[in-house]
Nanobody, 114 residues
C-alpha cells in the first residue's frame, strides 16, 4: 500500500499563487508516475499535470503556462506550483501515484475567489 498526504490548499484571490505538496510513503518500489488531478463541483475529475518516470510531463491545456509540476526535495514528493490562479481553478485537488495501480490522496481544496 502507498499512502499520500497532500498539503497547501486554501483560499486565494484571482491572480494569486499557491503551492501544493504531496508526500508518498509506504510500500514504494517502482513509481510509474506522479501527478495531480482536480474535481470541481458538479464536474468529473480531470488531469491537471502528470510526471511519468522517464517520460514527458503532461499538462491540461487550461493550466499550461500557469502551473508547474516538479519533484520535491524530499524523496517521493511532488509539487504543483500554481500561478495566475483563476476562479475556474477552484476545485479539490488530488495527488495521484501510479505503481501498478492508482493511489489517491484525500484531496485538498483550492478556492480562487475575491
Amino acid at each position: 500500500q502507498v499512502q499520500l498526504v497532500e498539503s497547501g490548499g486554501g483560499l486565494v484571490q484571482p491572480g494569486g499563487s499557491l503551492k501544493l505538496s504531496c508526500a508518498a510513503s509506504g510500500s514504494i518500489f517502482a513509481i510509474e508516475a506522479m501527478g495531480w488531478y482536480r474535481q470541481a463541483p458538479g464536474k468529473q475529475r480531470e488531469l491537471v499535470a502528470a510526471m511519468p518516470s522517464g517520460g514527458d510531463i503532461k499538462y491540461a491545456d487550461s493550466v499550461k503556462g500557469r502551473f508547474t509540476i516538479s519533484r520535491g526535495n524530499a524523496k517521493n514528493t511532488v509539487i504543483l506550483q500554481m500561478n495566475s490562479l483563476k476562479p475556474e481553478d477552484t476545485a479539490v485537488y488530488y495527488c495521484n501515484v501510479r505503481q501498478s495501480i492508482n493511489y489517491w490522496g484525500k484531496g485538498t481544496l483550492v478556492t480562487v475567489s475575491s
